[in-house]
């Protein structure tokens, strides 16, 4: 079972990178051909200090997790398979960019996907130190905290476009919990995962035309100390169509894959996430 979902994963990252490469060729080949289409500086992706963009984020998810105690090894749940938590929601997300020189930006990202499911357990399942046994009427709660702090750098700075390399920091905090009865036992337990990491990528934007903005981003981390494994890889593709001087709207697809094995939770616990989400963002779109 676990070969499946390992392969699985590698699939569906395979298949991400391979879907971040042709969006990127495909931003290149526009580039090249409209970057030149007017001289005015009025379009100029350098000119505006600031872009602000929010709206909603519509991920599907697929998630394992398996949360260890001192007592052995978890059992290892598929959230959306084996507890039915919903693989797709809407929920809000906000991005922010200041350009700080002419020639880099700072980039932040927010966004909370919250879900819970209320269930009887069809299995045994081990969730720390806690065995919470089959038939027993259970509520379980998966959130995450996404928070994203990015610096670019223009090695590329053009009229109309820009490209070069990012360094950024990612917090995602994740607080589970599992509470069952059956009969006239109680058991509960919670867990805290915090996966703070450093990511470096490429990045690059042009204006198709002076209305028309055009970003992408490709940004990774590895990260292997003893037993601790962290793998991760997030790519971003989104356009931004001004209908006003300084307001629009906007479109991105974004993927995010977090892979993370026995990291420390809070207590005496470890645990394993693999995590996926991406999908498409719609949103409002400014620039001052």
């Keep these: 079972m676990s070969t499946l979902l390992l392969n699985r994963n590698l699939g569906i990252q395979v298949s991400n990178v391979k879907l971040s490469t042709s969006i ?12 030149q289409s007017y001289t005015s500086r009025e379009g100029d992706s350098i000119n505006p200090r600031y872009y602000l963009w929010a709206g909603l984020y519509y991920p599907n998810m697929n998630t ?16 959306e398979d084996d507890l039915n938590l919903s693989e797709e929601l809407g929920v809000f997300r906000l991005d922010g960019m200041v350009r700080l020189t002419e020639n880099s930006q700072l980039l932040v990202t927010y966004t909370g996907i919250k879900r819970n499911k209320s269930l009887f357990l069809e299995k045994d399942i081990k969730f720390g130190d806690t065995i919470f046994k089959a038939n027993s009427g259970a509520e379980y709660k998966f959130n995450v905290d996404y928070i994203g702090a990015t610096y670019r750098y223009n090695f590329f700075n053009e009229r109309n476009w820009n490209a070069g390399l990012s360094g950024g ?44 903005l055009a970003r992408y981003s490709l940004e990774f981390f590895y990260l292997k100390i003893n037993d601790i494994k962290i793998n991760i890889v997030e ?48 949103y409002l779109t400014s620039r001052f």
């Design 169 to 212: 920091a990612r917090g995602v905090i994740i607080n589970t919990s599992l509470n069952a009865r059956l009969n006239d036992l109680s058991y509960a337990h919670d867990a805290t995962l915090t996966a703070p990491a450093i990511l470096l990528g490429v990045h690059g934007s042009a204006y198709l035309t002076p209305r028309l």
């Design 235 to 282: 790519s971003n593709a989104s356009v931004h169509y001004f209908i006003f001087k300084n307001v629009g709207l906007g479109l991105a697809y974004s993927t995010n894959n977090y892979r993370l094995t026995n990291l420390p939770l809070w207590g005496d616990s470890e645990g394993k996430v693999n995590f996926e989400f991406g999908g498409l963002n719609m």
């Design 64 to 79: 394992t997790l398996r949360i260890d105690s001192k007592k052995g090894i978890g059992t290892e749940i598929g959230l």
């Design 24 to 35: 990127l060729t495909l931003l290149f080949i526009c580039q090249v051909g409209w970057s």
